[in-house]
């Protein structure tokens, strides 16, 4: 891949990341991922994940006003989806979430602690591929070792890295934005209130909060295959490129009044899932899982406000993602 920039000095991960790839790997890649990973399934999940979604609020509940949005629910939520659509058994699915939590851009882990924490993964996905390729469930893994395009189909090696990309790729993403989600429409007092008023509007809201949110920028450095004119821009072949998709979302030749946040947008053409090849495969299941967890705060909680003034809120520094460290809620409780 060439010596472009890293965000980590550690390639372990790097070398097999769809992410990295380029054609004819990636649309390899790509077209089995897809034949997988389908609108439909990532729909079939949408009531298991109001299930979990209404478990962890039913535990903030008893647990009392005020709690952690960040401690209780934001990174607990993805993980139980992504296990659950991946098929790893419930009674794993804390010691996953724990070795998740070491790999994710967050963790204080040291590169040794990393590296051995990704072995756990890499081994504990193989076994657990080995067996659904011998007995498949309906789960994503399952339908992964048996995707075929023509007689071709993932090797074992490809499978390990594709599972454990959108393990950790799908969590960490969606439960920064669970937080920011929440923290930016507190303080939107107007479009909170509109949103109570027409919960019909969530769909939009997601989309509109998505643009808005400033979840981190420029994450993935892209190298130029050949000279292109971008506008004034001349990228010579071999430059390295710093997409700013939170720059585009604030474009004023596209979006009018682009620094207000109006959940009633439409169209909304925001980029925050990115654009063409490696466009995200997992927007439909974030947005997914964006909306049922909005449906169930504003409804289960009601009277929602921020638990501390704004300003103590402490923000996560050091990371690729942005977001509240913790974000302490109060609701009305009588
Ligand atoms: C709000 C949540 C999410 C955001 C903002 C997000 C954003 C993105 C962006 C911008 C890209 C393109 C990167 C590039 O072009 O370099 C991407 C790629 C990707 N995302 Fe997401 N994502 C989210 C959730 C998810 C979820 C839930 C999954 C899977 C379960 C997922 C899996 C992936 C994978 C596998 C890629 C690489 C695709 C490729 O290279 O072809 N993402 N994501």
Redesign the pocket.
């Known amino acids: 891949m060439g010596d472009n920039p890293r965000e980590d000095p550690d390639d372990i991960q790097v070398a097999e990341s769809?992410?990295n790839?380029d054609p004819p790997k990636?649309t390899r890649v790509?077209q089995l991922?897809g034949k997988a990973f389908t609108s439909r399934r990532v729909e079939q999940l949408r009531p298991r994940a109001r299930q979990f979604a209404a478990s962890l609020i039913d535990d903030m509940l008893a647990e009392g006003s005020p709690g952690d949005l960040v401690a209780s629910y934001s990174f607990t939520f993805?993980a139980m989806v992504?296990c659950d659509?991946l098929g790893i058994p419930q009674a794993d699915w804390h010691q996953f979430s724990s070795w998740s939590d070491g790999m994710s851009s967050t963790s204080t882990a040291s590169p040794e602690r990393q590296r051995e924490i990704y072995l756990n993964l890499f081994t504990y996905f193989d076994q657990l591929l080995k067996e659904r390729r011998e007995h498949p469930g309906a789960d994503l893994l399952s339908a992964l070792a048996q995707a075929r395009d023509n007689d071709d189909r993932l090797t074992e090696s490809e499978l390990v890295f594709q599972g454990l990309?959108?393990l950790i790729?799908?969590r960490e993403?969606?439960a920064h934005?669970i937080t920011n989600v929440v923290y930016t429409l507190l303080t939107h007092p107007g479009q909170l209130e509109l949103l109570r008023a027409r919960p019909e509007l969530i769909p939009a809201a997601v989309e509109e909060l998505?643009r808005f949110i400033v979840?981190g920028n420029a994450?993935?450095p892209?190298i130029a295959t050949a000279d292109v004119q971008l506008g004034d821009v001349l990228v010579r072949s071999g430059e390295p490129v710093l997409a700013a998709?939170t720059g585009a979302n604030r474009d004023e030749s596209v979006f009018d009044r682009p620094d207000e946040l109006d959940i009633t947008r439409q169209p909304n053409p925001h980029l925050?899932?990115?654009?063409?090849?490696?466009?995200?495969?997992?927007?439909q299941?974030?947005r997914m899982?964006?909306q049922v967890s909005l449906d169930a705060i504003l409804l289960r909680l009601p009277g929602l406000r921020m638990a501390v003034p704004e300003p103590s809120l402490s923000w996560q520094e050091g990371t690729v993602m942005r977001s509240p460290t913790a974000l302490p809620l109060s609701w009305d409780t009588d």
């Open positions: 769809i992410l790839m990636h790509r991922l993805p992504i659509l990309g959108l790729g799908g993403t969606t934005q998505l979840l994450i993935n892209r998709i925050t899932f990115g654009y063409g090849p490696h466009f995200c495969p997992g927007a299941l974030a899982e964006l």
